[in-house]
Nanobody, 128 residues
Framework: QVQLDESGGGFVQAGGSLRLSCAAS???????????MGWFRRIPGEEREFVAG????????YYADSVKGRFTISRDSAKNSVYLQMSSLKPDDTAVYYC??????????????????WGQGTQVTVSS
């Protein structure tokens, strides 16, 4: 099993920045280390939306078009952690953000059901 612990959500005005963090733990990570970690978000009443992902055993980064140029995903391999630096935030970015982990590829990285583990979610609220 894998556990994902998120932190860093909060309230910010439009144009501001926030940084989300997610730490992964579990023995499965040591055995199958070519996993992708990333973030989805969900607005009440809507489907979960892919935001960003980063490979572990490889270096691919993935972003949703809506966040390209504003969000940056990074990782710390030694800490099994992933970070999402969010800048130039807009009210449309308001959502619950979920950290995810899965053995996905460049063909299915944006498909939520292909991720095996999810964090509990952290609220991000951007005021206008």
């Amino acid at each position: 099993q894998v556990q994902l612990d998120e932190s860093g959500g909060g309230f910010v005005q439009a144009g501001g920045s926030l940084r989300l963090s997610c730490a992964a733990s579990g023995r499965t990570l040591q055995t199958f280390n070519t996993y992708v970690m990333g973030w989805f978000r969900r607005i009440p009443g809507e489907e979960r939306e892919f935001v960003a992902g980063i490979g572990w055993g490889h270096t691919a980064n993935y972003y949703a078009d809506s966040v390209k140029g504003r969000f940056t995903i990074s990782r710390d391999s030694a800490k099994n952690s992933v970070y999402l630096q969010m800048s130039s935030l807009k009210p449309d970015d308001t959502a619950v953000y979920y950290c995810v982990l899965g053995w996905v590829t460049k063909f299915d990285f944006n498909i939520s059901r292909h991720y095996d583990f999810w964090g509990q979610g952290t609220q991000v609220t951007v005021s206008s």
